[in-house]
């Protein structure tokens, strides 16, 4: 995919849905990656980069927002490159700084990350040099209030994090929060619209160049959730124990339930969208759909990632 963009310098690593894409930018000046992925996938992004590197020195690292698939490979490539100059997103960097659990969104998905630093805010309007080429900073609120794409004017190129895929967007967590949100993400959609990308490289999944068919989609997604919200909360239990599932490829079930109980968006979730259902057999139901969707299996006391 990278090679059918045509830009010297640009690399993309697909990754699976555990981990954020990674975007690898090599010029005369410097070396720049976007995200790093999963912590517990870390040790296979540094390699991904070294390889890629071949024993030249990564300089910068962003990050285009602070979710744990994005930012959990930080602290270990802060670890091996120890001048890293790392830039987040201005929302979050008081959390960041003073490691506010409470206001980073680890604690409230049950996911991990470890600690990191940074050195650096994106700001709106800024522009990064990146591959000897010019990448604006967009502000992209709805999924994440501080998140931030990138456009290269030139090539009309967009790292668009989970702000728009091939088939929709990522879970819009402030609504699961009870904060009103949908009418960010239309806009941020209508400003990736008004960008006119030729190219968009995701979060996740593949590179893609369809954006006119992207959007329809992803509008239809977003007009399907603002009539029936209680849509969207299920998608966001099903992505959140989805991606826990993920991590550990298996567990025993009385513990996953265990787990998810403690969970405080899955409790919030639970208790706007459960219908006065317990919260174990509400678990149940939204484990039962992910089974007819083949997205996991039961077999004897366990639950299988499939």
């Known amino acids: 995919m990278t090679q059918r963009l045509q830009i010297p310098g640009l690399q993309v690593f697909e990754r699976g849905w555990l981990s954020a894409n990674n975007i690898l930018f090599t010029d005369s000046e410097s070396a720049t990656l ?50 890293l100059e790392t830039l987040i997103p201005p929302g979050e960097a008081k959390a960041v700084s003073i490691w506010d ?16 630093r940074f050195e650096g805010v994106l700001q709106a309007g800024q522009t990064l040099r990146l591959a000897s080429l010019n990448w604006e900073v967009h502000a ?20 668009s994090a989970d702000a728009l895929w091939a088939n929709g967007f990522g879970v819009v967590f402030p609504e699961l929060e009870g904060v009103e949100a949908f009418h960010e993400v239309a806009q941020t959609l209508d400003l990736i619209e ?55 490829t298996q567990v025993e079930n009385k513990a996953f339930k265990a787990w998810a109980t403690g969970v405080p968006y899955l409790i919030q979730l639970h208790e706007t969208f459960g ?30 990632n499939l």
Not at 42 to 47: E, F, G, N, R
Not at 276 to 288: K, N, R
């Open 101 to 116: 659990a409470a206001a980073l969104s680890y604690e409230a998905t049950g996911q991990l990350c470890p600690r990191f």
């Open 140 to 159: 992209a609120p709805g999924h994440d209030p501080h998140s931030v794409i990138l456009f290269e004017p030139t090539h009309k190129v967009l790292i």
């Open 194 to 248: 008004s960008l006119k990308p030729l190219w968009v490289i995701p979060g996740h999944g593949a590179v893609f160049e369809h954006i006119d068919a992207a959007l329809e989609i992803a509008r239809k997604k977003l007009d399907g959730f603002v009539q029936n919200p209680q849509k969207h909360g299920r998608y966001g239990a099903k992505v959140l124990l989805k991606y826990k599932l993920l991590e550990l």
């Open 275 to 304: 219908e006065q259902m317990p919260m174990q057999d509400w678990l149940e139901e939204m484990l039962l759909d992910l089974e007819r969707s083949n997205a996991l299996g039961f077999q004897d006391n366990m639950i299988l």
């Open 34 to 83: 976007v995200d790093s992925g999963y912590v517990t996938h870390q040790a296979q992004t540094l390699s991904l980069v070294q390889n890629a590197l071949n024993g030249r020195k990564l300089d910068q690292l962003v990050n285009t927002h602070l979710h744990s698939d994005h930012c959990g490979g930080n602290n270990h490539l802060q670890t091996h490159y120890t001048q």
